[in-house]
């Protein structure tokens, strides 16, 4: 059932009504004050007879005869002194009763057919909304989203039309959002791909050319290839879990001492193959919250990334600073440096610096964004080329 919220709308009712109801009263208030004039005429006209006939009698007996209510009288006496109800001021009075009667049913009949077609005017322009909504609904199944709002009324319609606008909106948000993942799927595969054909294309070159003279040199290098075939991997399926939301993270009190502890032990062999100390300093014994294993493998990830492009016998700070809204740990390391052209772009899956090693896949930082975040912190970067980079991650309280 459709309920109309038109203010005007029940104005008008309201005012066609009492319109109504005035006029009705006005003709009722006519027809009794007519009503009366003509009693009162005919009660003087009576009295004036009665006075010309009987100048002696006296006003109490006069007010007797008319107060007299007795109705087991003649009730045609007034026949026997010539009055009849055919012609007198009773059968005008009656006369007045039956217009009075008849003009009021006008007025109720008058007041129905207004109502009725008031009616049918509002449910035509009710078919014509629904026909309306219907072919947009049409419209939208077919991936059409545009809608005209045009007018600011207040009737179910209007408010109905302004909540179609906004699902409109948002249905066109989501289409365009789902087409922009349908572009970076197929980009992500063909990635995927290119990242996975290329070390077993190597691998494929080195069983080749392998022979009793090269193969342990050979061995080692397919085995170096598969391991980062492996980190690429796991790296993915990973990821593949962040983009279908299947993670569910803890929210543990972490002692940052504890999770750095672990971190530089996860790159301990190739800081020392490159003769790196990673030096941890500042407030050691603060507590962030998050779930310690993601935690490690994005820092992981972060302090891999600095090792891979850090310099021999260089250093790498973990600085880790408190304060009442973050708590912040800056990895910085002495490196190559990031230009800026390829700093927008670090924490794109794929994507590969300049000065980026062979073994690079693209991909670590991306995924310690996605925890970091996922884990309501942020990370950010600062580099310039030849001096090093920090990368800053807080964890908000």
């Known amino acids: 059932m459709l309920i109309f919220k038109n203010k005007k709308y029940l104005i008008t009712n309201i005012l066609i009504i009492l319109i109504f109801i005035l006029l009705i009263y006005i003709s009722n208030s006519l027809f009794y004050q007519k009503y009366i004039n003509n009693n009162n005429l005919f009660l ?19 007010v007797s005869l008319l107060n007299n209510n007795n109705n ?7 026949n026997e002194y010539g009055i009849y109800l055919d012609n007198s001021y009773v059968l005008n009075n009656n006369k007045l009763v039956k217009y009075n009667n008849i003009s009021n049913l006008a ?24 026909n309306y909504i219907l072919s947009y609904l049409k419209n939208i199944n077919m991936g059409i989203y545009k809608l005209e709002i045009d007018s600011n009324d ?18 066109k948000e989501i289409a365009s959002i789902n087409q922009k993942d349908k572009v970076l799927l197929k980009k992500s595969l063909e990635d995927i791909s290119h990242q996975i054909k290329t070390p ?37 399926l990973k ?33 020392d193959l490159k003769e790196i100390e ?36 260089n250093n790498i700070e973990i600085i880790v600073e408190n304060n009442k809204l973050y708590t912040s740990i800056t990895i910085k390391d002495q490196g190559v440096g990031i230009n800026e052209h390829d700093l927008k772009h670090i924490f794109e899956r794929f994507y590969k610096c300049e000065n980026s090693t062979s073994s690079s896949v693209g991909i670590g930082l991306s995924l310690a964004k996605s925890i970091i975040e996922h884990d309501e912190g942020s990370i950010s970067v600062i580099s310039k080329v030849g001096v090093g980079t920090s990368f800053i991650i807080k964890y908000f309280k």
Do not use: C, Q
Not at 44 to 62: D, S
Not at 107 to 126: G, M, N, T
Not at 252 to 269: A, C, G, R, T
């Open 107 to 130: 007025l109720v009949i008058l007041l129905s057919l207004s109502l009725f077609i008031i009616y049918l005017i509002k449910l035509k322009k009710v078919n014509k909304e629904l």
């Open 200 to 236: 077993l294309t190597t691998i494929t070159l080195i069983l080749d050319n392998i022979d009793e003279t090269n193969y342990k040199e050979k061995v080692k290098d397919m085995k170096r290839i598969v391991v980062n075939l492996n980190f690429l991997i796991n790296s993915l």
């Open 154 to 171: 207040e009737t179910s319609f209007s408010l109905l039309k302004n909540e179609l606008l906004k699902t409109t909106i948002m249905l």
């Open 72 to 78: 087991n009288k003649n009730k045609n006496i007034l």
């Open 278 to 313: 990673i030096i941890k300093k500042g407030e050691l014994h603060s507590f962030v919250k998050g779930d310690f294993n993601w935690e490690e493998e994005a820092l992981t990830n972060i302090l891999k990334n600095s090792l891979e492009h850090s310099l021999k016998n």
């Open 44 to 62: 003087n006209n009576v009295i004036a007879n009665i006075l010309e006939k009987y100048p002696n009698i006296t006003k109490e007996e006069i």
């Open 239 to 271: 990821l593949a879990r962040f983009d279908a939301n299947t993670i569910t993270f803890k929210r543990d009190k972490i002692l940052v001492s504890d999770l750095l502890d672990k971190v530089i032990l996860n790159v301990s062999i190739l800081a």
